[in-house]
């Protein structure tokens, strides 16, 4: 029979009336010991990086939003050869841009609320929000398109908070009712 060291080529004597021997000799027997240690303490290793890098990467999601597991991996590598600097600077870039989409997103989206709400007559409003500040849409589709184009965000958000909510619950509400 082989010795149980790995690193062991020599064979085992069997002896009679004894438990059969693993191993060839003491010092053996103490470097498979040590071998053993030194696995268990390298998987142990393994696992606290795994888990400092999982760590890293939770922290990278939070900084900058729920990326492609590919955008995190490569922040995550820039950041471990240490360009903190550029991943925050690529990290910030990807938000600013994602805010960019969403919020050419929801113009679109309120605009076109509010292009419907001016349907059919597109009559003259005047718009007075909670912050005291008035502005008026004419009256004529042409005049409701430009303002749609040209009003900032904010001032959509107030006409459709203003005037389109309270249409859409009351229609929530008689769905309900039905």
């Given at each position: 029979?082989?010795?149980?060291?790995?690193?062991?080529?020599?064979?085992?004597?069997?002896?009679?009336?004894?438990?059969?021997?693993?191993?060839?000799?003491?010092?053996?027997?103490?470097?498979?010991?040590?071998?053993?240690?030194?696995?268990?303490?390298?998987?142990?290793?393994?696992?606290?990086?795994?888990?400092?890098?999982?760590?890293?990467?939770a922290f990278l999601r939070?900084?900058?939003?729920?990326?492609?597991?590919?955008?995190?991996?490569?922040?995550?590598?820039?950041?471990?050869?240490?360009?903190?600097?550029?991943?925050?600077?690529?990290?910030?870039?990807?938000?600013?841009?994602?805010?960019?989409?969403?919020?050419?997103?929801?113009?679109?989206?309120?605009?076109?609320?509010?292009?419907?709400?001016?349907?059919?007559?597109?009559?003259?409003?005047?718009?007075?929000?909670?912050?005291?500040?008035?502005?008026?849409?004419?009256?004529?589709?042409?005049?409701?398109?430009?303002?749609?184009?040209?009003?900032?965000?904010?001032?959509?958000?107030?006409?459709?908070?203003?005037?389109?909510?309270?249409?859409?619950?009351?229609?929530?509400?008689?769905?309900?009712?039905?």
């Amino acid at each position: 029979m082989k010795c149980q060291y790995s690193l062991c080529p020599n064979e085992v004597e069997i002896q009679s009336g004894h438990r059969p021997r693993k191993y060839c000799s003491d010092s053996c027997k103490q470097n498979a010991y040590r071998a053993r240690l030194d696995e268990a303490a390298r998987q142990a290793e393994e696992l606290a990086r795994q888990e400092r890098e999982r760590q890293a990467k939770a922290f990278l999601r939070q900084e900058y939003g729920d990326l492609l597991p590919d955008t995190i991996e490569l922040l995550y590598q820039l950041r471990q050869s240490g360009h903190y600097n550029l991943v925050q600077s690529i990290g910030w870039a990807i938000v600013a841009e994602r805010e960019r989409v969403t919020h050419a997103q929801e113009r679109a989206r309120l605009a076109h609320a509010i292009m419907n709400l001016g349907e059919p007559d597109y009559h003259s409003i005047i718009v007075a929000d909670a912050g005291h500040s008035e502005f008026v849409i004419l009256g004529g589709r042409d005049a409701w398109q430009g303002f749609t184009e040209k009003a900032s965000l904010e001032h959509l958000r107030t006409i459709y908070e203003l005037y389109i909510e309270p249409i859409e619950r009351n229609q929530l509400k008689r769905a309900k009712q039905s």
